[in-house]
């Protein structure tokens, strides 16, 4: 009887392993799969989180404008001892609009109303704010110390403009002693990802006037 050759078991411990270089090229793999995840996972995360500042940046400036809107209908009108209730004042930073709103309005937390002024103040980085001061009616809001209350109320924004009609044309100065604006037109241009965003309104005030 022919005997059977024995199995060479070196051979077989080396068919049922991996080598060396199978090791390598699994952790390689491997490697590269996990990074893709984790620049995925990244980008992903940042892009949420931009995203996210961004709607709130958007809502601020939008409540902003929809207070400002109301106040200005709300503004009070002509009075003997008021020469300007609505100032404009036509300014500009960089070449960008920073006009200056000035009046008295009903719609306020003092009592009997209180002046409003938005202005633009500039940061030392060169970043723009739009500013509101609150003071008393008929008061001197341009004082430096006159303001009961001053806030930022938008950060980072372009350009500020505010345009008054009358009749058929828009101006950018509005100091008529008598006769309010028929319409105001308010342009807040705000800074988003890289990209300015403008937000607009048209309102006008209602004192005085039938509805």
Known sequence: MRQRPR???AAQGRSAGFTLI?????VFLLTVILGAVYTAFFVIHDAATTTGDMVVRLQEARA???LMRREIEAAMPQKDNIVHPIDIK????FGNPASVLTF??????????ARIMYSVSEAEDGTLSLLKRIGRV?????LPGEAAAEVEAVDDIVSFLVEARLRDKWERTWREARTPPEEIRVTLTVM???AEVPL???TRPYAGKSL
């Open 7 to 9: 199995p060479d078991r």
């Open 138 to 142: 008929g008061q001197d809001m341009e």
């Open 104 to 113: 008295d309005t009903f719609a306020s937390p003092l009592p009997g109303g």
């Open 192 to 194: 988003l990802h890289g």
């Open 90 to 93: 036509d300014r500009d930073v």
């Open 22 to 26: 199978e090791v390598l090229i699994a």
């Open 64 to 66: 902003t404008m929809d």
């Open 200 to 202: 607009v309104f048209t």
